[in-house]
């Protein structure tokens, strides 16, 4: 007999993973032709209470609460000077109110959309924004984007004794609550040995499904395409300087046993299994590659440059791929044949066919489009570096810069 509330644990795990809203346009026929139709179709998805079942909060509350760790100390994170720049990040060691001051000074600082420095809780090699370089993760962050506030989530870290800092996004506004909170972990996940990226997206779908149901998210809950174990967070600057500070709040507290918690729940189907990042050959993959993969549907790498994906209308199609089943040829993306290294897609079931590039990313999570598009660099110029022209704000005066090699 299985605990009550595995199987809404389940359930949920599923009802809200990378795919679910796409599964939910394609379900119900909506047509997303423009920004208004997609925001309506993502308003009746972030309408639905996938996360509120009383008995899958009740076993994510019980999780919680058998894995809390340690009293945190030390963190690390790395910062990088721009999204684009995936080279020379640097590491600093912040105490947990340190890295709360370091947040709440960003929250004073101006940058656009896609600007600015950005950081990742992780300890690289060689400063490198690359899974294969990714050596431990020490803080589970997770992204809430307009699905609801921070008020419940607090309550139960309070009460727990859990350390956090949670503070707004750069496009946060009162209708649209948009959010981060940082858990500080226990141990710090290793991706170094076996298949860490892999194992880290399923701790992550787990935590997420679980903190989300005790925040008492609508939706989806908390943001599923910020899985990467080298995920990059930019921190909550404001969008124009006539913005206020992004609110910053912090308790400090005791740490997240990741291992318990996991173990404590069901786990994850990563769906499809062999999705996975790619170690990229060329500098420049085009915006269908880069999409399919932050939507996290793209397949393996095929003959002439093809790549198989899974079809974004998977669910429409007279026999869909199961969750587990890897993408086959039937659905790829062909490699850019045009300047704008934009790509093609092609799908072989009747439903689908040749869909136009527009039609394609209208599908895609909108989140995934637009990481992409931060990464995309059009092939014409492989030359545009990542400074491009625009002023960024400098790293931070006063950051204890790790003086040795990390621990
Ligand atoms: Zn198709």
Redesign the pocket.
């Known amino acids: 007999m299985t605990a009550p509330g595995t199987e809404q644990f389940t359930t949920a795990l599923f009802a809200t993973n990378r795919a679910a809203f796409s599964r939910f346009v394609a379900a119900r026929g909506l047509p997303l032709v423009d920004a208004a139709a997609k925001a309506a179709a993502r308003a009746a998805f972030d309408a639905q209470e996938l996360l509120h079942a009383p008995e899958l909060v009740a076993l994510c509350g019980a999780a919680v609460a058998g894995a809390v760790g340690q009293a945190v100390e030390n963190v690390t994170i790395t910062i990088w000077e721009h999204l684009r720049r995936t080279a020379d990040g640097v590491p600093y060691s912040f105490t947990w109110s340190g890295l709360a001051s370091q947040h709440a000074t960003w929250a004073t600082m101006v940058a656009p959309k896609g600007e600015g420095n950005i950081y990742s809780p992780i300890t690289t090699d060689n400063g490198e924004r690359l899974t294969a370089h990714t050596k431990r993760i020490h803080i589970l962050t997770l992204d809430c984007d307009g699905t609801g506030t921070w008020d419940a989530l607090w309550r139960v870290l309070v009460e727990l004794g859990i350390a956090a800092v949670t503070h707004q996004s750069g496009g946060f506004t009162p209708a649209t609550p948009k959010w981060r909170v940082l858990i500080p972990l226990a141990i710090p996940f290793d991706t170094e040995t076996g298949d860490g990226g892999t194992t880290w997206r399923m701790a992550y779908a787990t935590a997420r499904v679980a903190f989300g149901a005790l925040a008492r998210l609508r939706g989806a809950g908390f943001d599923p395409a910020t899985d990467n174990a080298n995920n990059a967070w930019f921190p909550g600057y404001r969008r124009e300087p006539a913005a206020a500070p992004r609110q910053v709040l912090y308790t400090g507290g005791r740490t997240l046993d990741l291992a318990r918690l996991t173990a404590a729940l069901p786990a994850p189907t990563m769906s499809p299994a062999a999705v996975t990042r790619r170690t990229w050959t060329t500098t420049a993959p085009s915006l269908l590659e880069l999409a399919f993969e932050e939507a996290c549907l793209l397949g393996s790498a095929l003959t002439r440059g093809l790549s198989a994906v899974v ?1 974004p ?2 669910d ?2 007279s026999a869909p791929l199961a969750s587990n089943v890897s993408p086959t040829s039937a ?1 790829v993306i062909f490699p850019p044949n045009s300047a704008a290294n934009v790509g093609a897609f092609f ?1 072989a ?1 009747a ?2 066919g040749a869909k136009s590039v527009e039609e394609v990313l209208a599908m895609l999570p909108e989140e995934a489009v637009h990481r992409a598009r931060l990464r995309h660099v059009r092939s014409t110029s492989p030359s545009a570096s990542w400074l491009g022209g625009t002023e960024l704000p400098s790293l931070p005066a006063g950051l204890p810069r790790l003086p040795t090699e990390l621990p």
Request: glycine residues 0%; proline residues 0%.
């Open positions: 079809c209308w998977n429409c199609h659905s799908c079931h439903s689908c």
